[in-house]
């Protein structure tokens, strides 16, 4: 497969999962409502779970573009959401669009575009999974997120939704990672695949990684919740292929990832001033 082609695969995957993740936090409210707004919320639930099903649509493109690019670069597309997020929810639930904001788009796409051109040529490297390195990265977000659970009432209010979508997207950008793995060791199809470990590895990390994120979205904005979780399944992933795979650095791979990075954390801010300037405007009211 040609790299153009896996990055628009990878890009397309990647606004459904926006695109279900805003209508997720559009939606979120249905939980444990019912009685005299019952229809109200039965809206919601269904919007909700538009959501679901379109967020897990995207594993599916990510399969199929990681024939044609390397499981870092398919990663590094995600990216994209943060730009996809961005501008769906200024459209749906009304979060500003910044000049920042779309500055960082533009950025985080030329960085894509830069990494899919030269991505097919790294794929060819890929031939075997290292199994200690596997299994250390995927570890240590799970610890991670048990000190969180441990120590959340000594954790900043403001701090936690951040922090909790960070473990959120390192288990996301492990799905990357074990689903190239899973390629890699059952290349016989979906029959070989129940008989590897990572099949299994793949559908507990996203369990974890889903139910961590719900509970950033109830306790922080879209907009700085996501940029933490796109932004460490970027950066998670792009090392744990250097030590998995045992991938050659490519300096243009590291720029446009550092490009991205930064872009997330630009938008992250913006949002962050965002929501402050809002809050004073409303005491002044």
């Known amino acids: 497969m040609h790299g153009y082609v896996a990055a628009l695969i990878a890009l397309s995957g990647n606004f459904l999962l926006s695109l279900g993740m805003v209508l997720q936090k559009q939606n979120v ?54 730009a996809f997020t961005s501008v769906l929810a200024a459209l749906m639930l009304g ?61 900043r209010s403001r701090a936690f939704p951040t922090m909790v979508a960070a473990v959120a997207g390192a288990l996301g950008g492990y799905m990357v990672i074990t689903m190239k793995a899973l390629q890699l060791e059952a290349a016989g199809g979906p029959l070989t695949w129940l008989a590897t470990p990572y099949f299994y590895v793949y559908f507990a990390s996203g369990a974890a990684s889903f139910s961590i994120l719900q509970l950033a979205f109830h306790r922080g904005e879209v907009t700085t919740v996501s940029p933490a979780d796109y932004g460490m399944q970027v950066l998670w992933s792009a090392l744990a292929a250097q030590f998995v795979f045992g991938m050659p650095i490519d300096l243009v791979h590291q720029a446009a990832i550092l ?15 965002g ?10 009211r």
Not at 275 to 282: I, N, T
């Open 275 to 284: 929501l402050h300037a809002q809050s004073e405007g409303g005491q002044g």
């Open 29 to 82: 409210g249905w939980f444990g409502h019912k009685g005299e707004k019952e229809r109200k919320y039965r809206r919601a639930r269904r919007g909700w779970i538009l959501g679901f099903v379109l967020m897990n649509l995207q594993p599916v493109f990510n399969y199929f573009a990681l024939f044609g690019l390397p499981p870092n670069v398919v990663a590094a597309m995600i990216g994209a959401n943060v």
């Open 259 to 273: 490009a991205i990075l930064a872009s997330i954390v630009a938008i992250a801010s913006s949002g962050r001033r």
């Open 95 to 155: 979060e500003r669009l910044t000049r920042r904001r779309l500055a960082g788009a533009v950025v985080i796409f030329a960085a894509v575009g830069a990494i899919s051109l030269t991505g097919e040529r790294a794929q060819a490297g890929i031939v075997e999974v290292r199994a200690g390195f596997y299994y250390a990265f995927g570890a240590f977000p799970f610890a991670l997120a048990a000190v969180l659970a441990a120590f959340r009432r000594r954790i």
